[in-house]
């Protein structure tokens, strides 16, 4: 019963969509920071999704801390003017009318906040992949890998794509990939 209520509520709001999104647009930026080409690195599927989550959850709790004050400031409003007997009959009277204009702003209310959380979620994202790399090329775990060609140490571990491992070179800034066939060994803390 609660999956099938959250599964509506997600396909509503297009949330799984946007988390996916903003998943992998971080982890594209994270790559692009680190120069490495975003295409040819796979994202993990459910990666994108989790990073993503957070990404859309945070900024719809953005959203309805601002909505719910504002909200319940209407409602107040409504209350205190329902006090007046005017105001009672002009309600009961256009009560169809009222219901119509209400029924309106609910849908551009809907409409808002679907747009900002995909909006703002890309934008986190892309800040996030870039915030992520620069975190990277500072404090990262070097590794070596032995080839069949010889050693290299010193490197970052990125990402990896069908036949290729990625590495970030901090000496030089750029990074490396090595093919899959090629590598003997990867070693941590080399």
């Given at each position: 019963?609660?999956?099938?209520?959250?599964?509506?509520?997600?396909?509503?709001?297009?949330?799984?969509?946007?988390?996916?999104?903003?998943?992998?647009?971080?982890?594209?930026?994270?790559?692009?920071?680190?120069?490495?080409?975003?295409?040819?690195?796979?994202?993990?599927?459910?990666?994108?999704?989790?990073?993503?989550?957070?990404?859309?959850?945070?900024?719809?709790?953005?959203?309805?801390?601002?909505?719910?004050?504002?909200?319940?400031?209407?409602?107040?409003?409504?209350?205190?003017?329902?006090?007046?007997?005017?105001?009672r009959r002009r309600v009961v009277t256009n009560g169809a009318a009222l219901i119509k204009c209400l029924a309106v702003v609910g849908y551009f209310m809907v409409l808002w906040l679907i747009y900002d959380v995909t909006v703002d979620s890309f934008g986190r994202g892309r800040n996030m992949g870039a915030k992520l790399a620069t975190h990277l090329k500072t404090q990262c775990t070097l590794t070596s890998v032995k080839l069949e060609s010889g050693t290299s140490s010193g490197l970052c571990a990125v990402g990896r794509s069908a036949d290729l491992l990625w590495f970030y070179d901090p000496k030089t800034g750029n990074s490396v990939a090595f093919g899959k066939d090629k590598i003997i060994k990867v070693v941590s803390g080399g």
């Open positions: 019963m609660v999956n099938k209520l959250l599964e509506t509520i997600s396909a509503t709001f297009m949330l799984t969509a946007a988390a996916y999104a903003a998943g992998v647009f971080q982890s594209k930026e994270l790559y692009r920071e680190l120069g490495v080409e975003p295409e040819l690195v796979s994202i993990d599927f459910q990666k994108a999704l989790y990073d993503g989550g957070l990404l859309v959850f945070s900024e719809l709790a953005k959203d309805f801390r601002f909505l719910i004050p504002y909200i319940s400031g209407v409602f107040a409003l409504a209350a205190l003017a329902c006090l007046f007997k005017w105001v």
